[in-house]
């Protein structure tokens, strides 16, 4: 429900208060208050209403402590909320859900930031991930993402950033950063950095939702119809990714008669529909190295040759350690574990991959393949130790124990 909610409660106060970094805090003061008042009984009728009270509430008492803002103290306790359990005011209910998630989008968007900050900040406001996990989606440690998530709110203070949609020349230029935020959601979904589920569903379909939202504001954009193609396409493996146990299938072990099929078509048509359009970005690389797995009906059939043709392509279009991992496995399946092997070298210098365990766990399975188990073990219990998501922290430890197993001993029969 949180989930959910905070991104319109937080978007009902920038409606009124504007500042960004106050409107986060007393979005953060009502989910406290929340937790420790509300029970499985006593959870109200209408939680966004109950929540932007409080948090106005809050925000309000920040004013009226701060002397430099008196001006606005009178403005805005003229206004305040007697009682939480009272129904809010016309303009304190939040405009669609639709409306409000793409200007909170937009705003976390704003020129004046980098491209890096954006994306975070929007995983934090919109998103509500966590700083450790923003923080591992970029490869650098949760204080140095907790600084500049502060940079960035300073940054659009003083640039007097509103929570209004832009213009719709704008437009174009700012949804480039939207979609890295609506991918970096699903990837959190898809995959998740820590804890005991490998999948957050909910939060991989909203994600999905948000992408829907910005292709349908720009349907023309191919951009915009290949993110919402990869995710779509990607998604659709979700109910073979676990088993019984919610351990980690992978891919090559994966029933592909319960991917969903609704999801392939309607991703595979988007593809068709925008890829022949002018430039090629990475999201319509991705989604069409994505519908190449799909095109087939067992792991054995994949078309590896096409995938890594098209993460070469991919690597010139958006060069990163993501994509080389991917592009290493996918050469080693159409050429040989050597040549993906090599692929892998330059990220062993990588500070930041050096503390990631994708590194380890893809390096181990290619050694696996080119024949050296000792060496595949020694990657494969480094990758477990440096996870911090417990399935697959499972997953690579069961794969560790099967090549650590004595050989079975032979029976003497010659008499």
């Keep these: 429900?949180?989930?959910?909610?905070?991104?319109?409660?937080?978007?009902?106060?920038?409606?009124?208060?504007?500042?960004?970094?106050?409107?986060?805090?007393?979005?953060?003061?009502?989910?406290?208050?929340?937790?420790?008042?509300?029970?499985?009984?006593?959870?109200?009728?209408?939680?966004?209403?109950?929540?932007?009270?409080?948090?106005?509430?809050?925000?309000?008492?920040?004013?009226?402590?701060?002397?430099?803002?008196?001006?606005?103290?009178?403005?805005?306790?003229?206004?305040?909320?007697?009682?939480?359990?009272?129904?809010?005011?016309?303009?304190?209910?939040?405009?669609?859900?639709?409306?409000?998630?793409?200007?909170?989008?937009?705003?976390?968007?704003?020129?004046?930031?980098?491209?890096?900050?954006?994306?975070?900040?929007?995983?934090?406001?919109?998103?509500?991930?966590?700083?450790?996990?923003?923080?591992?989606?970029?490869?650098?440690?949760?204080?140095?993402?907790?600084?500049?998530?502060?940079r960035a709110r300073t940054a659009l203070r003083q640039a007097g950033a509103r929570f209004d949609m832009p213009a719709e020349s704008d437009l174009p230029a700012r949804v480039a950063a939207v979609l890295d935020v609506c991918h970096l959601v699903f990837t959190e979904g898809y995959t998740r950095t820590s804890g005991e589920s490998l999948?957050?569903?909910?939060?991989?379909?909203?994600?999905?939702?948000?992408?829907?939202?910005?292709?349908?504001?720009?349907?023309?954009?191919?951009?915009?119809?290949?993110?919402?193609?990869?995710?779509?396409?990607?998604?659709?493996?979700?109910?073979?990714?676990?088993?019984?146990?919610?351990?980690l299938v992978p891919l090559a072990e994966q029933d592909r008669s319960r991917w969903r099929r609704d999801l392939v078509e309607e991703g595979v048509a988007l593809l068709e529909a925008h890829l022949p359009r002018g430039h090629v970005g990475r999201y319509q690389l991705q989604a069409a190295i994505a519908a190449v797995h799909a095109e087939a009906d067992r792991y054995e059939v994949t078309d590896w040759l096409q995938i890594s043709v098209l993460y070469d392509m991919l690597r010139r279009v958006a060069p990163g350690p993501t994509v080389t991992l991917n592009h290493a496995v996918a050469a080693a399946m159409a050429h040989s574990p050597a040549v993906g092997l090599a692929l892998l070298d330059p990220l062993r210098a990588d500070p930041a991959m050096r503390r990631h365990h994708r590194l380890y766990a893809v390096r181990a399975h290619l050694l696996e393949l080119d024949g050296d188990p000792a060496g595949a073990a020694e990657q494969y219990r480094l990758a477990a130790r440096l996870t911090a998501s417990l399935p697959e922290q499972r997953y690579l430890n069961r794969r560790l124990a099967r090549l650590e197993k004595p050989p079975a001993r032979l029976e003497n029969r010659s008499g």
């Design 1 to 150: 429900m949180w989930r959910r909610e905070a991104p319109h409660v937080l978007g009902a106060l920038l409606r009124r208060y504007a500042d960004l970094a106050d409107c986060e805090d007393a979005v953060q003061d009502a989910a406290e208050a929340a937790a420790a008042r509300w029970t499985a009984d006593t959870v109200p009728d209408d939680p966004r209403a109950w929540l932007i009270r409080v948090a106005s509430r809050r925000l309000v008492d920040r004013f009226r402590a701060d002397s430099a803002r008196g001006r606005r103290e009178a403005l805005d306790a003229a206004r305040r909320p007697e009682d939480v359990g009272v129904a809010p005011a016309a303009d304190e209910v939040p405009e669609p859900a639709v409306d409000d998630t793409l200007r909170l989008l937009f705003l976390c968007c704003h020129p004046v930031l980098s491209r890096p900050s954006q994306v975070a900040l929007s995983l934090r406001a919109v998103a509500g991930l966590g700083v450790e996990q923003i923080a591992a989606a970029y490869l650098v440690p949760a204080r140095t993402m907790t600084q500049r998530l502060t």
């Design 199 to 247: 999948l957050d569903v909910a939060l991989a379909e909203e994600a999905i939702r948000l992408t829907r939202q910005v292709h349908a504001a720009l349907p023309e954009h191919a951009e915009a119809a290949g993110a919402l193609a990869l995710m779509l396409l990607t998604h659709a493996r979700s109910p073979a990714r676990t088993d019984a146990a919610g351990d």
